[in-house]
């Protein structure tokens, strides 16, 4: 079985530039992906609740793989599943928080926004497509009405 847990907004995660290059010699994109003690924690939870409950329903057993339970040594140096990479310039109220506003305008600049998943403030589900279109949608809305 697999699932899709929403992961906490980690500082330590973060995309930035390779000293790689790609075949047009632009720099190569590096990502540093971090499981936080509270996301493995989650994880944990949610199957030992599954479990718990297929038990309790009769529907089924869960069988936990014995590395969610061990050392955080045993845990591989990163999940299989979707990567939607989200949160790079998160979005905030408050500058120290966050990259852009809620209209996702970069803080402290007039004319620069940022129309993309990486505003989003934590992945929540799976497949960010709809959320980013809606975000797309207001962003165009607002600059209409401020720039016309």
């Known amino acids: 079985m697999a699932t899709r847990q929403e992961q906490a907004p980690n500082p330590n995660s973060r995309v930035t530039l390779s000293t790689e290059r790609d075949a047009l010699g632009m720099p190569r994109a590096r990502l540093d992906w971090r499981l936080t ?28 793989l014995d590395w969610l339970f061990g ?30 506003d809620a209209n996702c305008r ?8 940022v129309a993309g998943a990486a505003v ?17 949608l207001r962003l165009s809305d607002h600059l209409k009405t401020t720039l016309v």
């Open 120 to 136: 989003y403030p934590t992945a929540g589900s799976a497949n960010p497509t709809l959320t980013l279109v809606a975000l797309s």
């Open 106 to 113: 970069v803080h402290g600049l007039g004319n620069l926004y």
């Open 37 to 64: 003690e509270l996301d493995k924690r989650s994880i944990r939870t949610f199957y030992q609740l599954l479990g718990q409950e297929f038990g309790r329903s009769g529907i089924g057993r869960v069988q936990i």
């Open 71 to 100: 050392d955080d040594r045993t845990w591989p140096p990163f999940l299989s599943g979707g990567w939607h990479h989200m949160g790079t310039t998160r979005m905030h109220a408050d500058p120290k928080q966050g990259v852009v």
